[in-house]
């Protein structure tokens, strides 16, 4: 950050657009393009976990898929969705088994929502090579009564681990949600009677 004139706040320093052409021109480094990928597959396997939910909407619903896709389409946020599946789920399911299930694969589906929310809504900071070094995340947070803007996190091994670990974790939840499916429609069919 430069100094900003008295009164006025502090503006990032303005990149050196013509240097960052240069490198770019060069090709990207092989950990810029690990992360891109990373941060394309996380999305990619979230999207599909997310879309699944719609399947379950049906289910706990009692309808068809158009109908629980409209469903899932009005509610504008990812956790809208979430939240109308576990308050569904309440009293859809009598079998808790089931009901603790769906609710344990709604909480780690959240936990990469928020993963993939930091690195969907961030701004990338460069370094003069043209490398991504951090993440700021362009949100808000309050802690204790103090505001803060922009957490900063590194682009380091242990990252990009971290993303590697969630894209695998979503694999492994895609098909427990596929699992549950057929005990979901059975026990939704069997506490609607």
Sequence with gaps: MRKPAPGRPALPIHPDFDALA?????GSSERRLAFMNLIGDLNL???????????VLMLLLRTDEKAAAIVFSTLNTTRARLDLVQRLAKVAV???????????IVDRFSAATRLRNDL????????????I????????????GNL???VRRAVDD???EEI????????VLNRRIWDLMPRLEEAASISGK
């Excluded at 240069?22 to 060069?26: G, L």
């Excluded at 396997?45 to 699944?52: D, I």
């Excluded at 969907?120 to 490398?131: I, M, Q, R, Y």
């Excluded at 590697?164 to 694999?171: E, K, N, S, V, W």
């Design 148 to 150: 803060r803007f922009g």
């Design 164 to 171: 590697a670990q969630t894209i695998r974790d979503l694999y």
């Design 158 to 160: 242990a990252r990009l």
């Design 133 to 144: 070094t951090h993440t700021q995340h362009m949100k808000v947070e309050e802690s204790r």
């Design 22 to 26: 240069a490198v770019a021109a060069r």
């Design 94 to 104: 009598a079998d808790k088994r089931v009901r603790g299930e769906l609710s344990e």
């Design 120 to 131: 969907s809504h961030a701004t990338f900071v460069l370094d003069g090579n043209g490398e």
């Design 45 to 55: 396997v979230w999207s599909n976990n997310e879309s699944l939910f719609i399947y």
